[in-house]
């Protein structure tokens, strides 16, 4: 089988290297610094348990999403694709996959926030697209990618339904690399339920400047977090999503512990100088709030708080 991972930051690193340890083909996109570290050094993964891995370059193919055209020999080849790069860039990822997407393939989005199925199903097609969410946890830095926390995989047809064809190929290949693949029936709701997490999450601690279990620890914190997952919550449920019986403070509260040690990405992205994902988190949440006539108060706040700062830190 042959593997597409569009997007080779933390967690595309995490994913690249469990599967070299597979037999699977893999085509590594990514483009400027990474893609010649990519290209020229390999890949470092520093494992949770502490071992490091050197993925070499001869083990994938590299290929710059900047550089051109898709080289002609992988063009309509591949199987499967993962698309993990930041959500600014899916417009191109999605471009990307439609060019190296083969015959019966499918494409699967593991990014944050809401919307990237949509796109990427305008450019391949619905019936070729899973939806995915990801707790695997990851920070990357100039002596390799950090794989923090081992996690799971979801992952599920956008209208439900068993898997098949390459969707269960690629399930039993994420398995065999370790990555805790799980097969979703309802894969909208969790994708929904992680975009709670995050709203409550990423906002906060990038403000605040703190790791995710600074939220266990200050009172003030935690009620601001909880208070934006709440109103989510409602712009979930006016838009149809069942979230049962699903208990936000007791979801919000386990991951906060099992993410304690993480800088979230939205966090390391500023501390970066990069361009973060706000519009995708909580820019969702107030535009899907304006269609259905919830108010978002508390994440519009957080929307515009995040951009200042994006808009702080790169005039700097």
Not at 95 to 115: C, D, F, H, K, Y
Not at 273 to 302: F, H, Q, W, Y
């Amino acid at each position: 089988m042959r593997i597409a991972i569009l997007g080779v930051g933390s967690i595309g690193t995490v994913f690249l290297g469990c599967l070299a340890d597979t037999d699977a083909e893999i085509v590594a996109v990514s483009r400027g610094q990474r893609f010649d570290e990519l290209a020229n050094g390999g890949v470092i993964l520093h494992s949770p348990e502490g071992s490091i891995e050197v993925i070499p370059p001869e083990r994938y193919e590299a290929v710059d999403s900047e550089s051109g055209p898709i080289p002609p020999g992988l063009r309509k080849s591949c199987d499967a694709i993962v698309i993990s790069g930041k959500s600014a860039s899916t417009p191109i990822l999605s471009q990307i996959a439609e060019e190296l997407l083969g015959e019966g393939g499918v494409v699967m989005s593991i990014q944050n926030g809401m919307g990237h199925a949509e796109m990427i199903s305008s450019r391949v097609g619905r019936g070729s697209v899973l939806g995915g969410t990801t707790t695997h946890g990851a920070w990357r830095e100039e002596t390799g990618s950090h794989w923090v926390g081992r996690g799971s995989i979801r992952m599920g047809s956008l209208d439900g339904g068993p898997a098949n064809g390459s969707a269960e190929l690629l399930y039993q290949y994420l398995s065999e690399a370790s990555l805790n693949p799980e097969w979703d029936l309802d894969i909208q709701r969790s994708i929904w339920t992680k975009l709670l997490v995050n709203v409550a999450i990423n906002p906060i601690c990038s403000i605040a400047g703190v790791r995710n279990g600074a939220l266990l620890e200050s009172t003030y914190l935690w009620d601001q977090a909880l208070s934006a997952m709440s109103e989510a919550s409602s712009v979930a449920q006016a838009c149809g999503v069942d979230l049962g019986d699903l208990d936000l403070e007791e979801l919000l509260r386990e991951v906060a512990k099992s993410t304690a040690d993480n800088r979230c990405s939205m966090l390391q992205d500023l501390m970066s100088g990069r361009k973060t994902e706000i519009e995708s988190i909580c820019g969702a949440i107030v535009s899907k709030g304006e269609d259905t006539g919830i108010p978002t108060p508390r994440n519009s706040m957080l929307l515009a708080l995040v951009k200042g700062i994006e808009s702080s830190s790169q005039l700097d």
